[in-house]
Each structure stands twice: as structure tokens, then as C-alpha cells.
């Protein structure tokens, strides 16, 4: 795979990300909607970035995992997506934190249970994979924190999910 | 529908400023509704009173699917004691019963109500009262007298002078919510704020003395468990656990609560002791097991687990921790609520991929689907049993919901607040 030449660029690419997007706590900006999107090609580079980076693809991780309805097993996409996650971990020390959530079929409490189990599907493989268990605090949110509205199988799909913060 | 709708908008005709419009759908079943009349009420002061006695009486009553209210258009007359009464009016528009009353100034500058309910068909009065509040409880004072007119021509205790609890979860920039833990009288008026967060909080549910409740807040970034004291206003954190932190449920005595804990591993109900916050593991299972309930004796704890491999609702007994399934009917039935004397069960049913609020009846052992509408869920039962509360979706937005447990009657409540969800019906709150 590309990502290991590559990871140095998307840690620093995505990181910047991540802390924005946790110190505004707000997730439609522009920026953030790109790492949301798992299997989104390279982006055009921004003015900000330095130019030896947009010499070459920029890969931005998958920072959210997505899940069948009522299902808590990880598709082969999110386990491509993890393993870029993992990577990038392991080189890494801080503590990881991942939010399961649920589309709003069926109960709250049933589906914070579902949200939990999600997380916990990806906390496992982190650690199968190498990722120290006590850097990963699992927090479910169920239903109630969706990304995606309306009742269509669209917006459901988005919101059975495990966001990496 | 097979049954014919009838579509009754009801106006809140007072003057306070969170009121909205009430929408009454009834169903009308094989019991015919009870023609009732409530004439507006004499006063005798010569003031004008912001509040509309009568008609507050005429909803109460009308809501509950049981009766059918005479319009006042109808009326012949306005008879404010059984003396001004001719029966031969009343009998003639259909009416079995008429209710009249005269308000006026009592001690302590208080507004009393004096009434009597009359029965057209053997021309006597068969309940006299009087009531007096002081005058910014004019509505408490009208509800009063709805429990009275109900009791007596039900033989079933009237709910009107309950409450409930609930959340709104309103958007705030794009994936931005705040939610807001809501209290308000039963008829969805007078809503007061108990907790507001940019985090989620959900899961309110009521002490069986009506003056403490619980509910999961995730203020700290984590679901905890909170008891609030609804006279002190005193709040504390209960749990801080690791993982799941959810669906509190005080015992029927009120000493214990049952909840969810993953603390161990997977979801499992877990019961704790509120003097001494000993923890008792109630299920211990690798499925998911939540949503507890308790039984009306206290002894045992109804649940909802996937342990058969999709979500069914389980019983399971404290002393031995003997767990038997109890639903069988479906592949998605959860959130069990109990109804008076352990009867029944109502809970959240899905047919055809749509989830509904269904009933479960021990006695005959079948199930009934109560509501129509899709994602229907949190049941919550009335004290008396006669109806339930429940969440659905209406254009799009949460909205609460009543049903009577016959499923006769239906209606939906105001609210000011966005996205309402999570009704939680109080129990008696006054003798």
C-alpha cells in the first residue's frame, strides 16, 4: 500500500483535522465532511499546505467506520480503513477514543447497547491489531447524536457508525 | 383503517403563551364515548377569570377516549346549578350528563369552585363538590374536579392531575444538538426546563412518590446516571462507570433502582440499593440485556435482550435469577413497561420493518397493536392504567403521543420545544 510512504503527510493532514474539529465540536464544515467521508479520493491541496505535499495524492484517513443494520461485525472497507488507523496508532501515544453510534430504528436503550457493541467491534480489532487496550476509551452515543436525517435507508446508513476521535 | 376517524381540533383557548394547538383524533370503537355536557361556569364576582374552568374539565374528560363532550354552540342553556337544570333540554340533545358550576371568591383570597355532575336519564345529582385553590392554580383546580366527574362515572381514579417528563432535542448548527430534560402537566401545559445540555440526555424516569426522578446525562462526555430532587432541586451523579450507564427504573418501593451497566463486559441489568449504592448483578449473559422494568411486586425485573438472537423481552426473578422469555410474537419486541397489576405488558413492536407500540395481555396470551404510525417507541403507562404515552414521528419531528391501552383513542401533545421523545408518565401526584 501507498499509505506508509504516505502516513507521515496524512498524520499531520489529518491530525490538524481532528483537532479542529474536536476543539469546535462542529462537524459540517468543509473540512471535516472530507475526513467523514471514509472512501473519498485525495483532496485538492489547500493554499495552507506546503507545495511538496501537493506534489503527490494526498490520502486522508477514514476517521468513521460504518456498520449493517443491526449488525456490530466490521466490513471489509472498515477493516481497510482501520488498518490505515492502526498505523498511523502505533507510532503515536495518546489515548483514542471511539464513539459507536446507531440509526434510530428500533429502541434508545437497545441501540445505545448496539452503539457499544460497535465501538467495541473496533476497539477489539485496534487491539488484536496491536493498539495498547488502555489508549482506547469506547463511549456509545445510540441513536441520539445522528449525522444523517430523515427516514431513508441513506441517512440510516450513515448513522450506524464508530467515529475514531 | 376500517375504523372511522374523526378529526377534532381543539383550540387551547387560554392566554398563556406556551400553549399550542391540541389535536384530539379519536378512534371510535365498539364502546360509544359517554355524551357528556360541561356548561360553562357561573361566576359570581364580576371579575373575568384568565383561565376557562369548564372547558379545561371538557378536554380532560374528552381525552381520555372515554367521553364525548357537547359542543357549547349545542347548549339550549347555561344552567350554573342543578336548580336552573331542565332536564327535558339535555334529553332531547343526547346527553347522558351534565356537569354545571359556579365559581366565586373564598378565604384567603382563594377561587372556589362548587359543582355537581347530574344524571340526565334519572334526573338527580349524583356528585356535589367543592374545590378551592389559590388563583394561579385555577388549571390544577379544573383537573381536580375532571379526576372527581371521572372517578365517579368510571369507578377508575383520574390521571388528570399528573405530569410527565420528556427531552427535546433541538438543532444547533449542523450536527449540533441541545437537549433539554422537560416537565409539564399531563395535558402538555406549563412546560418547565429540569436540565438543559449540549450532550445528550435521555432515559427520564419518575420515583414512584413523584418527587425524585433519574435520568442519563452525558455531560461529563460520558452516560451517567442522575437523580434530581424535584422539590430541593438537589441533582447528583449516581453511577460512573465505565461503558454503558443507562435506563434507570426505581423499584416499585422506591428504595432500589434497576439500570444498565457494561461495566463487566456486555450490557446486563443491574440493581442498586439507594440508601447504602450496593450493586446487585441482576443478568449476566455476552447478549444485550437493558431496558428493565419492574414488576409490580418488586420481585422480579422485565428486560429486553438479544439473547435468542434478536431483541425479545425476558423476565427475570431477583432471589433465584431464573430467566424465562416472555414474548414470542415477532422478531423485534423491547422496552417493556408493565400495566397495573402486572396484567400486561406494552412495549415496542416491529411488523413489516415498522415499529409499533404494541400490548401484550398474559391473561389471553396475545398481542395487540396499539398504534399505526412508524417508529413508535417508549411506551410509558398511565398510573391508571387507562392510557399510555408514547414517542413517534409526525412531518418529521418527534412528537409525544397518547393512546388508550383499548387503543379507542389517540391524540397528540403541543410542545414549544423542537424534537420531543422519551415521555415518562407520572404516577399519582395528589390524593
Not at chain 1, 493532514?13 to 469546535?24: E, I, P, Q
Not at chain 1, 492502526?86 to 437497545?110: F, M, N, S
Not at chain 2, 359517554?34 to 364576582?45: L, Q, T, Y
Request: hydrophobic share 40%; with cysteine; net charge negative.
Amino acid at each position: 500500500m501507498k499509505y506508509q510512504s504516505k502516513l507521515f503527510l496524512s498524520m499531520a493532514f489529518a491530525g490538524a483535522l481532528l483537532t479542529g474539529c474536536a476543539s469546535t465540536d462542529t462537524d459540517g464544515s468543509g473540512q471535516s465532511s472530507d475526513i467523514n467521508t471514509y472512501s473519498e479520493p485525495a483532496q485538492s491541496v489547500e493554499s495552507d499546505v506546503s507545495a511538496y505535499e501537493a506534489q503527490e495524492p494526498q490520502v486522508v484517513l477514514a476517521n468513521v467506520f460504518y456498520f449493517e443494520f443491526d449488525q456490530a461485525t466490521l466490513t471489509a472497507q472498515a477493516r481497510r480503513d482501520l488498518d490505515a488507523q492502526i498505523a498511523r496508532l502505533k507510532k503515536t501515544k495518546g489515548p483514542v477514543r471511539l464513539e459507536g453510534h446507531a440509526d434510530e430504528r428500533g429502541t434508545r436503550e437497545y441501540n445505545m447497547a448496539l452503539g457499544e457493541r460497535r465501538a467495541n467491534a473496533v476497539a477489539d480489532y485496534m487491539a488484536i491489531n496491536g493498539i495498547a487496550r488502555y489508549r482506547i476509551e469506547t463511549v456509545s452515543y445510540g441513536e441520539e447524536r445522528p449525522i444523517a436525517f430523515g427516514q431513508t435507508e441513506s441517512a440510516y446508513s450513515k448513522n450506524r457508525r464508530v467515529e475514531l476521535k | 383503517m376500517l375504523k372511522r376517524v374523526l378529526l377534532l381540533m381543539v383550540m387551547l383557548g387560554c392566554a398563556m403563551a406556551s400553549q399550542a394547538e391540541l389535536t384530539i383524533e379519536i378512534n371510535e370503537g365498539k364502546d360509544d364515548p359517554v355524551p357528556i355536557a360541561v356548561v360553562p361556569f357561573g361566576w359570581k364576582a364580576g371579575v373575568t377569570l384568565r383561565e376557562d374552568v369548564a372547558a379545561i374539565v371538557e378536554r380532560d374528560l374528552h381525552r381520555s377516549g372515554l367521553f364525548n363532550p357537547l359542543s357549547r354552540a349545542d347548549m339550549l342553556s347555561r344552567p350554573a346549578n342543578a336548580g336552573e337544570v331542565y332536564y327535558r333540554d339535555w334529553k332531547s340533545l343526547g346527553v347522558d350528563y351534565v356537569v354545571v358550576g359556579e365559581l366565586s371568591f373564598g378565604r384567603d383570597n382563594k377561587l372556589v369552585a362548587k359543582y355537581e355532575l347530574l344524571d340526565v336519564n334519572t334526573q338527580r345529582s349524583i356528585l356535589q363538590g367543592e374545590e378551592s385553590q389559590s388563583f394561579d392554580r385555577v388549571r390544577f383546580l379544573a383537573h381536580t374536579l375532571s379526576d372527581k366527574i371521572y372517578e365517579k362515572l368510571t369507578n377508575i381514579r383520574g390521571a388528570f392531575r399528573t405530569q410527565l417528563l420528556y427531552v427535546s432535542a433541538v438543532r444547533e448548527g449542523d450536527n449540533r444538538f441541545r437537549y433539554r430534560l422537560l416537565k409539564s402537566d399531563i395535558d402538555g401545559v406549563g412546560e418547565e426546563v429540569l436540565a438543559d445540555s449540549m450532550e445528550p440526555i435521555l432515559a427520564p424516569a419518575w420515583g414512584p412518590d413523584g418527587k425524585k426522578i433519574a435520568y442519563v446525562s452525558f455531560k461529563t462526555t460520558r452516560p451517567a446516571i442522575y437523580l434530581h430532587n424535584l422539590e430541593t432541586g438537589e441533582r447528583q451523579q449516581l453511577t460512573d462507570f465505565r461503558g454503558l450507564n443507562g435506563a434507570p427504573a426505581f423499584s416499585p418501593d422506591g428504595s432500589r433502582m434497576a439500570m444498565v451497566l457494561s461495566k463487566d463486559g456486555s450490557p446486563d441489568i443491574y440493581v442498586m440499593d439507594l440508601a447504602s449504592r450496593a450493586l446487585q448483578r441482576v443478568t449476566n449473559h455476552f447478549a444485550i440485556d437493558t431496558e428493565p422494568a419492574w414488576a409490580p411486586d418488586g420481585k422480579s425485573i422485565y428486560f429486553t435482550s438479544d439473547r435468542g438472537g434478536k431483541p425479545q423481552i425476558y423476565k427475570v426473578e431477583l432471589a433465584t435469577g431464573r430467566v424465562e422469555r416472555i414474548t414470542f410474537e415477532g422478531d423485534y419486541n423491547a422496552r417493556a413497561r408493565v400495566l397495573g397489576d402486572g396484567l400486561g405488558l406494552v412495549m415496542v413492536h416491529r411488523v413489516q420493518g415498522k415499529f409499533h407500540i404494541a400490548v401484550q395481555d398474559f391473561k389471553r396470551n396475545r398481542v395487540e397493536i396499539l398504534t399505526s404510525t412508524d417508529l413508535d417507541e417508549s411506551p410509558s403507562v398511565a398510573p391508571n392504567g387507562s392510557m399510555l404515552l408514547y414517542a413517534t414521528t409526525y412531518s418529521g419531528q418527534g412528537v409525544l403521543a397518547a393512546v388508550s391501552v383499548d387503543g379507542g383513542v389517540r391524540y397528540r401533545l403541543p410542545s414549544r420545544f423542537g424534537d420531543v421523545r422519551e415521555p415518562a408518565w407520572s404516577p399519582f401526584l395528589y390524593e
